[in-house]
């Protein structure tokens, strides 16, 4: 009597992503055991619990040695020691450096040190994120700002070639890198309603108009740092409140126009001018650190709260702005229409996405 046995062998290495998951989500193996048994596996695929216990300790080790490779994308994508298809290198990347945004939420605008990650138990505790998790994420963080913190070029660009993450993802890391570099502040109680998204969303267009690479390409760390020259400028902008004429000039054109069109028109005209000396004001003081850092902060507590206070809608303040920004450049006392533009186009974008009703 004789047996017949058939084997298949292979060099290819095996990837589940639901275990994958696991592991990133900061389980250990005996964890990740109890809930795939929860999850019904043993009565899908007729396995015992010891065959589950071995595949998920065999798929832990595997993600282990792989790890070292994840941490510089570009050496996983080149090593021959593991056969993995294209297709899985991607969804390994991609998900390894994925982030939970109640995390990030957590950390945006810290300094990426020793000191941030020692209070990473009081995030997991908060967060009821894995510690593991959170260690996990804010290594990837640091790992990033620190490759291409000294490089020239676009930051975005820089972090896809050497991190291989998708487009949004780049972005994400991009606004990361540049909050944590800023210091810009976040984590004040009356900004806890803003998003992740609503931050990278304003961190791209500060890349885009106020960093030095806006307006020049080849200084290094271009999307890093912004434009301090620029900065220093935008106190030229003052003669818009302190010229008596000019403040009721700006006035004059933003009210005519608006005219009709706003249903708050007498609190936006009674309120005009202190609208208008916040908005400057944040210009002029942006030469501070300090007020660098509090750039969110002076948003909200100089504009966007006062607006709400009069219940403006989110199309009230949107037609406020666009008169305001272009009222200004009509002015013929006025001779600083393109720093005004460069200024008020992205603080236009700010508020509006910071505006919620």
Request: glycine share 4%.
């Given at each position: 009597?004789?047996?017949?046995?058939?084997?298949?062998?292979?060099?290819?290495?095996?990837?589940?992503?639901?275990?994958?998951?696991?592991?990133?989500?900061?389980?250990?193996?005996?964890?990740?055991?109890?809930?795939?048994?929860?999850?019904?596996?043993?009565?899908?695929?007729?396995?015992?619990?010891?065959?589950?216990?071995?595949?998920?300790?065999?798929?832990?080790?595997?993600?282990?040695?792989?790890?070292?490779?994840?941490?510089f994308p570009l050496k996983l994508v080149n090593q021959l020691l593991f056969q993995i298809p294209p297709c899985r290198q991607v969804m390994l990347i991609q998900k390894y450096y994925a982030f939970d945004e109640a995390f990030v939420r957590e950390v945006l605008g810290k300094k990426l040190s020793k000191g941030t990650k020692k209070?990473?138990?009081?995030?997991?505790?908060?967060?009821?994120?894995?510690?593991?998790?959170?260690?996990?994420?804010?290594?990837?963080?640091?790992?990033?700002?620190?490759?291409?913190?000294?490089?020239?070029?676009?930051?975005?660009?820089?972090?896809?070639?050497?991190?291989?993450?998708?487009?949004?993802?780049?972005?994400?890391?991009?606004?990361?890198?540049?909050?944590?570099?800023?210091?810009?502040?976040?984590?004040?109680?009356?900004?806890?309603?803003?998003?992740?998204?609503?931050?990278?969303?304003?961190?791209?267009?500060?890349?885009?108009?106020?960093?030095?690479?806006?307006?020049?390409?080849?200084?290094?760390?271009m999307d890093m740092d912004l434009d301090k020259e620029f900065l220093q400028d935008l106190k030229e902008l003052k003669i818009l409140i302190t010229d008596k004429d000019l403040l009721d000039q700006h006035k004059s054109l933003v009210c005519t126009a608006l005219r009709g069109k706003i249903g708050i028109f007498p609190e936006m005209?009674?309120?005009?001018?202190?609208?208008?000396?916040?908005?400057?004001?944040?210009?002029?003081?942006?030469?501070?650190?300090?007020?660098?850092?509090?750039?969110?902060?002076?948003?909200?507590?100089?504009?966007?709260?006062?607006?709400?206070?009069?219940?403006?809608?989110?199309?009230?303040?949107?037609?406020?702005?666009?008169?305001?920004?272009?009222?200004?450049?009509?002015?013929?006392?006025?001779?600083?229409?393109?720093?005004?533009?460069?200024?008020?186009?992205?603080?236009?974008?700010?508020?509006?996405?910071?505006?919620?009703?």
């Amino acid at each position: 009597m004789s047996n017949e046995l058939d084997i298949f062998v292979g060099n290819t290495t095996l990837i589940d992503e639901e275990v994958y998951q696991l592991w990133l989500d900061g389980y250990s193996a005996c964890d990740a055991v109890g809930i795939r048994i929860k999850s019904g596996i043993l009565e899908q695929t007729g396995a015992t619990t010891d065959v589950l216990q071995s595949d998920t300790m065999d798929h832990y080790r595997t993600f282990q040695m792989l790890e070292r490779l994840l941490h510089f994308p570009l050496k996983l994508v080149n090593q021959l020691l593991f056969q993995i298809p294209p297709c899985r290198q991607v969804m390994l990347i991609q998900k390894y450096y994925a982030f939970d945004e109640a995390f990030v939420r957590e950390v945006l605008g810290k300094k990426l040190s020793k000191g941030t990650k020692k209070d990473l138990d009081d995030v997991s505790e908060k967060t009821d994120i894995t510690l593991k998790s959170c260690r996990r994420q804010f290594d990837n963080f640091k790992r990033v700002f620190k490759v291409v913190e000294e490089m020239k070029g676009s930051l975005v660009d820089n972090i896809q070639q050497h991190f291989l993450l998708s487009d949004r993802l780049t972005r994400d890391y991009a606004a990361i890198v540049f909050f944590a570099n800023s210091r810009f502040e976040t984590g004040k109680k009356k900004l806890q309603y803003l998003t992740f998204e609503d931050f990278a969303y304003c961190a791209e267009q500060l890349i885009q108009n106020w960093t030095l690479g806006a307006v020049d390409n080849q200084v290094d760390d271009m999307d890093m740092d912004l434009d301090k020259e620029f900065l220093q400028d935008l106190k030229e902008l003052k003669i818009l409140i302190t010229d008596k004429d000019l403040l009721d000039q700006h006035k004059s054109l933003v009210c005519t126009a608006l005219r009709g069109k706003i249903g708050i028109f007498p609190e936006m005209e009674n309120n005009f001018k202190t609208l208008s000396r916040g908005l400057v004001n944040i210009a002029a003081n942006l030469t501070h650190t300090k007020d660098v850092r509090d750039f969110f902060i002076d948003l909200l507590e100089k504009f966007i709260e006062p607006c709400k206070l009069y219940n403006w809608s989110f199309s009230d303040v949107h037609l406020f702005l666009t008169h305001y920004t272009v009222s200004a450049c009509a002015l013929d006392a006025f001779k600083q229409q393109v720093l005004w533009e460069r200024y008020m186009s992205t603080v236009k974008s700010c508020l509006l996405k910071m505006y919620h009703e």
